[in-house]
């Protein structure tokens, strides 16, 4: 099988990994700490995405440092397939997930002004949170185009 950045099993895999739990877990706690971000669905479906993207990231980050420590392969079809198919789940909820908080953000902020009118929100928390979800999904692209190169 082919040997590429970001395959299953090697340090660059559990760095990739590590950036997506990262970044996962830094937008979570970014948006969970801005005030009134639980009365918009698409910042508590960006919570719910992110964190779904961590559990998933950090699963498999535990797998690659498994199979660095015991120098196993991680590779094989089944296990490939498993990962291509998650990988691609959640980098498309990550994305749905960020579009769908981004057009929030920009309507309060450039659209309506919403944030000027309304000083209790934290609107600079929610567009960090949104820029590091895109980030978040940089990675998780990253990752799913790995693995199905690795798989093909």
Not at 44 to 69: N, P
Not at 108 to 134: H, M, W, Y
Request: glycine share 8%; net charge positive; proline share 2%.
């Amino acid at each position: 099988m082919k040997r590429i950045i970001g395959s299953p099993g090697t340090m660059s895999g559990f760095i990739l990994r590590l950036g997506q739990c990262a970044t996962a877990a830094a937008s979570i706690g970014v948006m969970v700490s801005s005030y009134g971000f639980s009365n918009y669905t698409a910042f508590c479906f960006l919570v719910a995405s992110m964190g779904l993207q961590l559990v998933w990231s950090f699963g498999l980050a535990c797998l690659d440092v498994y199979a660095i420590r015991r120098k196993s392969d991680l590779r094989s079809p089944v296990l490939l397939s498993l990962f291509t198919v998650g990988d691609w789940v959640t980098a498309l909820l990550a994305l749905a997930a960020a579009c769908s908080s981004a057009g929030v953000t920009v309507l309060f902020t450039k659209d309506t002004e919403f944030c000027s009118q309304q000083p209790a929100l934290s609107c600079n928390r929610f567009q960090i949170s949104v820029g590091l979800s895109f980030f978040n999904w940089v990675l998780a692209a990253i990752s799913s185009h790995a693995m199905f190169w690795i798989l093909i």
